[in-house]
């Protein structure tokens, strides 16, 4: 029901855009976040990297990717976007999006209903 894009290689210092479209969700009222998973932390745990309330209001971001990422969405085109800049080899993971069918956000991954597939960030020389 969403669908990421946008993840690739990129060398450190690099940005990237995501992309995450809702495709057959017939909500119309829900939060997004973003969230990833690196390689080997399967067993912990999606990290909460930043969400949005559904009207774009109560932007979180966690600390690590405080004023290098951006988020935001286009509710008329249900799509959001996580915009990457000045990224870091810490920053390879796979990144997801999600829906929380209701107005407010969270930064539990256990809060959100419906996931994408994921898609690869790769950071790195």
């Known amino acids: 029901q969403f669908v990421e894009s946008g993840g690739g290689l990129v060398q450190p210092g690099g940005s990237l855009r995501l992309s995450c479209v809702a495709s057959g969700f017939t909500e119309d009222k829900y939060a997004i976040g973003w969230f990833r998973q690196g390689a080997g932390k399967e067993g912990k745990g999606r990290e909460g990297?930043?969400?949005?309330?559904?009207?774009?209001?109560?932007?979180y971001y966690e600390d690590s990717v405080k004023g290098r990422f951006s988020i935001s969405r286009d509710s008329a085109k249900d799509t959001a976007f996580l915009q990457m800049n000045s990224l870091k080899p810490e920053d390879t993971a796979t990144y997801y999006c999600?829906?929380?069918?209701?107005?407010?956000?969270?930064?539990?991954?256990?809060?959100?209903?419906?996931w994408g597939q994921g898609t690869q960030v790769t950071v790195s020389s």
């Open positions: 990297i930043s969400c949005t309330h559904m009207d774009g209001s109560g932007t």
């Open positions: 999600a829906a929380r069918r209701v107005m407010l956000s969270s930064r539990d991954e256990g809060e959100y209903d419906d």
